[in-house]
């Protein structure tokens, strides 16, 4: 990992080009493993309505970053430009597309390998989420017409923030520690620290995320003017004075401020967002109340420790094998001999296909399982375009967790699948693409015999052995 030192050197660039080669060697944010638990259950429920599938989304940070991003990539902005709710985004891309989005992020929960700094991440993630509920208590209690857009922005103001917990740990403790916790200093120390500031930070992710300028410009820290002059309900100034409010009492709270202190600085607040403070001080006690209703993880028995740990065991020693004969340098199918004989050999599975680009078509070149031989020829997916889950995740680069197969449309899946898969029950997909050329597709599915799936977690795992190739595949290009 390059030196933060050295990098700040080439000035602001510098930290950038670093920002983005931890993002691509640590990924994006997780997603706290309640938020999870609680949306996948929600998804599954026959009471599940259009209204508590995007509260449960606004619940948490790194679900509702990705949707909004999606929602304003090129591939959807064309049909609609500048989408700033989870509504809207909901209604475009559809429950199948939140699904996916979901089920791809990587899980902070008690199965999760510890890090140094998790403890921390974990806590601003909170902050950010604990923003976001006040926002949505307090909007109830106006008449603006855009509260769902309030929570959105309390909830990205936290971005800048959290690329420093999560990407530069040891700088965001040496500002914190400059500040002593205060929120309103943070600027001013991450640029004598890094050379950068919080708000620097939060517009070029916001420019490269393509957020629309409602979201960016409430990224920002507010100039201390802008928060005692009183705002157009619902404008764009007010977005902003509500989530630099809101992420200001988050931080307040976790310092276990006094009632006194908090309702002096709601008072000199509320003229400029246009609620009594009366009306603040309720949502902020209701935001408290409510505060861990899904804090609980579920315990885990000795039985279900050992299953893990056998788990994790087999997948180790896969990866293991495959560092050691990348080292020999040996070539792509043989390196996809191993994740398939490794997914395999995990029990999680009863079929793993890879396929590989042969002439027009994504053919099968690697199988381990229990389907007929004769079959695996038919199982073909075309080069051209395709409106199906297969093209999809190839193309996009999209991971794909199907947990049920019977919740999607027939139409999603490929002309052959029903034909000659019938008893598919779940499956997963991984595409193997590496600096924009797709190299393959890993396929590994449940029957209808099987009572289990893999756990969130445990997909997780499958994708580092997947990574693990992909690495490989980048150094050499």
């Known amino acids: 990992m390059a030196n933060l030192i050295s990098t700040l050197k080439n000035g602001k660039a510098g930290f950038f080009a670093l920002l983005a080669e931890r993002l691509s060697e640590k990924g994006d944010f997780p997603i706290l493993s309640e938020s999870y638990q609680y949306f996948e259950e929600l998804l599954q429920s026959e009471e599940a309505n259009n209204k508590n599938i995007v509260d449960a989304i606004l619940s948490d940070f790194t679900l509702t970053q990705k949707i909004i991003r999606l929602a304003n990539s090129e591939m959807y902005a064309k049909r609609i430009k500048d989408t700033t709710t989870i509504s809207k985004a909901v209604a475009m891309l559809g429950l199948h597309v939140i699904s996916n989005i979901s089920s791809n992020i990587q899980v902070i929960d008690i199965l999760s390998t510890s890090t140094p700094d998790s403890d921390e991440a974990h806590g601003e993630l909170k902050k950010a989420i604990l923003a976001g509920s006040i926002a ?27 690329m420093l917990v999560f990407y530069f740990p040891n700088e965001w403790s040496k500002i914190q520690k400059a500040t002593g916790g205060e929120y309103t200093r943070e600027n001013a120390a991450s640029l004598e620290i890094i050379g950068v500031t919080i708000d620097e930070i939060s517009l070029v992710i916001a420019r490269i995320w393509g957020f629309p300028a409602k979201i960016s410009h409430s990224m920002i820290r507010a100039r201390a003017e802008e928060l005692e002059t009183p705002n157009i309900l619902g404008s764009t100034n007010w977005l902003k004075a509500i989530a630099n409010f809101c992420g200001n009492v988050s931080t307040m709270l976790d310092q276990n401020i006094s009632q006194k202190d908090l309702e002096d600085f709601v008072a000199h607040s509320s003229r400029t967002l246009l609620v009594s403070k009366e009306d603040i001080l309720e949502s902020i006690k209701m935001t408290q109340d409510n505060a861990g209703e899904r804090s609980t993880a579920p315990e885990i028995d000795p039985s279900r420790k050992n299953q893990i740990e056998n788990f994790r ?56 399982g229990i389907l007929s031989p004769e079959i695996l020829p038919e199982l073909n997916i075309p080069k051209s375009f395709a409106s199906n889950v297969f093209h999809l995740s190839i193309y996009n680069g999209i991971d794909v967790y199907i947990k049920d197969i019977s919740k999607i449309k027939e139409s999603s899946l490929p002309s052959w699948f029903k034909k000659y898969l019938p008893n598919t029950r779940s499956f997963i997909l991984l595409p193997i693409i590496s600096e924009g050329q797709t190299y393959g597709l890993i396929y590994a599915e449940c029957m209808n015999t099987r009572k289990d799936f893999i756990e969130l977690s445990e997909l997780n795992e499958f994708k580092l052995l997947r990574d693990q190739l992909l690495l490989s595949l980048s150094l050499e290009n």
């Open 136 to 162: 949505r208590n307090i909007v109830t209690k106006s008449t603006a017409n855009n509260k769902e857009e309030a929570v959105v922005c309390a909830l990205m103001h936290h971005v800048g923030r959290l």
């Open 313 to 368: 065991r087999k997948l180790s020693i896969g990866i293991f094998e495959l560092v050691f004969a990348q080292k020999k340098k040996i070539d792509l199918r043989s390196a996809a001999d191993i994740i398939v004989r490794t997914m395999y050999a995990s029990q999680k599975f009863d079929n793993v296909i890879i396929f590989l680009p042969i002439e027009k078509y994504f053919r099968v070149s690697i199988f381990e």
